[in-house]
């Protein structure tokens, strides 16, 4: 048990009823392995992904302690190349999206296991985008003029707002889009000339995390919800994210 311990295959439990436990690494070398639609869970060390390596496990040790929480990772492949003051990301986890970010205080060469002080540690909901986006879409006609856009606008005191055509989003009218209007003598022209047609329409049934995924590679503050015609369902802002994922709405605000 000694020799398969040091290769790595058992491990010790401790106890009465303890003894000795397969690892994961038994469970490879006996083709009980992972099969090629399970996830692979990164590390990043200093920013950078470290090749070779996944996560199997991650569980927090100390999450009573008032001073600090620690978690033992669990990982896959060598960990000869992360060392005790590495700062390192672990995930996002394929379930819940979970996220740990820290320094690491332990290593346990034998059993490959890194001992993290967390700094940060984040999990997305799994919520859907329908679930959050807000339903009174104030949006303007296709047809709209200028004047008449720019008043849904101020009376409303928002930005932007998408343009709608029998029950769908053709394109996004913002006060950007005013000034280049008047600026170029087009004040004349109906609001389909003069939207923009850089918008991006997700369903009603994506995931915040995948929402969040696309505002931040396309660089957008809003997104279009659909429904299963592609008529306009709501929209979801960067704020609704943010209250989603922090549950700053579930909480009272107490004052004195």
């Known amino acids: 048990m000694q020799s398969l311990r040091s290769l790595g295959l058992v491990k010790g439990v401790p106890g009465p009823h303890g003894g000795y436990k397969p690892t994961v690494e038994a469970y490879h070398s006996l083709n009980i392995s992972v ?10 060390k200093n920013g950078k992904k470290v090749d070779g390596v996944t996560v199997a496990k ?14 033992a990772i669990k990982v896959l492949g060598s960990i000869k190349d992360l060392n005790l003051g590495d700062i390192v990301r672990v995930g996002p986890t394929p379930v819940n999206n979970l996220g740990v970010i820290g320094k690491i205080v332990g290593r346990d060469d034998m059993d490959n296991i890194l001992l993290v002080d ?28 200028l004047k008449e856009a720019s008043k849904i606008l101020s009376s409303n005191s928002i930005d932007g707002a998408p343009v709608v055509h029998d029950g769908k989003v053709v394109g996004m009218f913002t006060v950007t889009d005013v ?9 004349d022209l109906p609001i389909g000339e003069l939207m923009s047609l850089n918008i991006v329409t997700v369903p009603v049934d994506m995931k915040i995390a995948n929402a969040i995924e696309l505002m931040f590679k396309k ?3 809003r997104l279009i919800v659909a429904d299963s015609n592609d008529n306009l369902y ?9 209250d989603c994922i922090t549950n700053l709405k579930q909480f009272p605000i107490i004052t004195k």
Do not use: W
């Open 58 to 71: 991650i569980e927090f040790t100390s999450v009573p302690q008032p001073t600090g929480c620690e978690a």
């Open 118 to 145: 967390t700094k940060t540690i984040r999990s997305i909901p799994k919520t859907l985008v329908g679930e959050i986006a807000s339903r009174n879409v104030i949006s303007i006609k296709v047809d709209s003029t």
């Open 219 to 221: 660089e957008l503050g």
């Open 35 to 44: 099969s090629d639609t399970d996830s692979q869970v990164p590390i990043y």
């Open 179 to 187: 000034v280049h209007a008047l600026a170029n003598d087009r004040e």
């Open 234 to 242: 709501g929209i979801v802002t960067r704020t609704d994210l943010i």
